[in-house]
């Protein structure tokens, strides 16, 4: 097909685009949660043999449509629970439309002002969001694994600087070892992190946490007592289990008194401190060194959108900046590439910036109470049917107990097949259970009273 006749049928795909969007988001409430197709069937209304011949656009998109309806799953839909997941506010979808039809290269002001402008705005908003202090930097990169990975740079530059090695330069070889301290309960993107760094993900010192999975100030205060030299602590800011929190405030003045980084994962329960109700849960995240996030869990916007914040501007970009003779920049004005390991990157900031104005703190505080409150709803409703929540529901996280692990395993399997919500499975202190997350927009109490029955339905046919 020639340039011109590509440019005359763009506006006609982009709307048959839009008429499938509409389409399946039109069913995502009502249709089952679980996909309805298998990897056979997708890959053979797919795949086949390498086409020798460029197809015709609209083809492809009827083709890909039609796999989307059976192949997806709806957990951008109200009643999936299965992982801390949000789902795209349509606002920030819109905007993330945008941002492929402007396929901008955000790295760098003279790339894209618009990016960088946006990127600069809602980084502010989302700091102030946080209650993080405003000199706070900011990084926007793929998600919560990034995230951590950015923030653990910034760290290992900054305490291996203060030991008088330029780890930058010099790589890791004859530098000063870097005792890393991490919560026995951290999420598992953090000790990939650390691997990706040379830091180890074996070699680092886990400390035990309470029957909640907070970490234990006590033990922290031991393991860090009487150490010199360059040190990192990780913390947690919402278990991905139960929801709960380290004290935050307590270990920043433990790693203060010892000379450490502070980090904190807190990728969905930083934004417990956008409602009144719940701050208290994250009292201390202003004296932290770093945190990291995960934007398309309880910000609600489309994948590829983590963001991390830095105590200390001058690690975080010794550790991220690149260099080329070829990088133009522009006095006065923030390049983003500073902040990230990436050069060639999309304008992630911007259904963020999108989804922020169209909630405002206030829609943000209400979102976080109305999750909140579903997942103790949740947790009564099962309780009371004689079933055992395994943690304290301090935020959006339920662990539920059928009985035996058999028993909440085929609960949870038989959860999964009827489709009407879904949840996984986890192993919580030794026992098996089935995890409630709630973090999406659109989730009512309609949605969870039917999600309720579902489960009730469910076990009542599996709990002997």
């Known amino acids: 097909m020639k340039v011109a006749e590509i440019r005359e049928d763009r506006s006609s795909l982009l709307a048959s685009v839009q008429q499938h969007a509409s389409r399946w988001f039109d069913a995502l409430e009502k249709r089952p949660v679980w996909a309805m197709a298998s990897g056979d069937e997708l890959r053979r209304m797919l795949g086949g043999a390498l086409p020798e011949k460029g197809e015709a656009p609209e083809k492809i998109i009827e083709a890909l449509a039609s796999a989307g309806t059976k192949g997806t799953v709806a957990s951008a839909g109200p009643r999936y629970f299965g992982f801390v997941t949000g789902g795209s506010y349509p606002v920030a979808l819109a905007a993330d439309w945008l941002v492929s039809a402007w396929d901008q290269n955000g790295a760098i002001y003279v790339l894209s002002p618009l990016v960088s402008v946006v990127e600069q705005i809602t980084g502010a908003w989302l700091r102030e969001i946080a209650g993080l202090p405003a000199t706070m930097s900011f990084g926007f990169v793929t998600g919560g694994y990034m995230a951590n990975f950015t923030s653990l740079a910034a760290a290992r530059h900054h305490v291996l600087q203060n030991a008088g090695w330029d780890v930058e330069a010099n790589g890791l070889f004859g530098a000063p070892p870097v005792d890393v301290i991490v919560s026995e309960e951290s999420h598992y993107t953090v000790p990939m992190a650390l691997r990706l760094l040379g830091l180890g993900a074996n070699r680092v010192r886990r400390i035990p946490t309470d029957n909640q999975g907070r970490m234990r ?133 911007i259904p963020a910036y999108a989804a922020v104005r169209a909630f405002g703190r206030q829609g943000f505080a209400e979102l976080i109470e109305r999750n909140c409150r579903q997942a103790r709803r949740f947790a009564e409703a099962l309780r009371d049917a004689g079933y055992e929540v395994l943690n304290d529901v301090v935020l959006n996280q339920v662990l539920v107990s059928f009985g035996t692990s058999e028993q909440t395993q085929r609960t949870i399997a038989a959860i999964q097949e009827d489709a009407t919500c879904w949840c996984g499975g986890t192993v919580w202190k030794g026992r098996t259970a089935m995890r409630i997350s709630v973090s999406n927009w659109s989730t009512t109490d309609e949605d969870v009273e039917q999600s309720i029955e579902a489960m009730i339905r469910a076990a009542g046919k599996h709990v002997q």
């Open 217 to 349: 100030a006590d033990a922290l205060a031991a393991a860090l007592r009487g150490g010199k030299g360059p040190c990192i602590v990780c913390a947690q800011a919402g278990n991905v289990n139960t929801g709960a929190f380290d004290p935050l405030e307590e270990l920043a003045e433990l790693t203060k008194e010892r000379g450490a980084w502070l980090h904190v994962d807190g990728a969905f329960g930083l934004w417990a401190a956008a409602s009144p109700k719940h701050a208290a849960l994250i009292r201390g995240i202003e004296k932290v060194d770093s945190v990291a996030s995960d934007a398309h869990k309880w910000i609600n916007v489309p994948y590829d959108c983590g963001i991390m914040f830095c105590a200390h501007e001058t690690s975080h970009r010794s550790a991220m900046a690149l260099a080329a003779a070829y990088i133009v920049t522009t006095e006065g004005e923030r390049d983003p590439r500073d902040f990230v390991p990436e050069l060639s990157r999309r304008g992630r900031a």
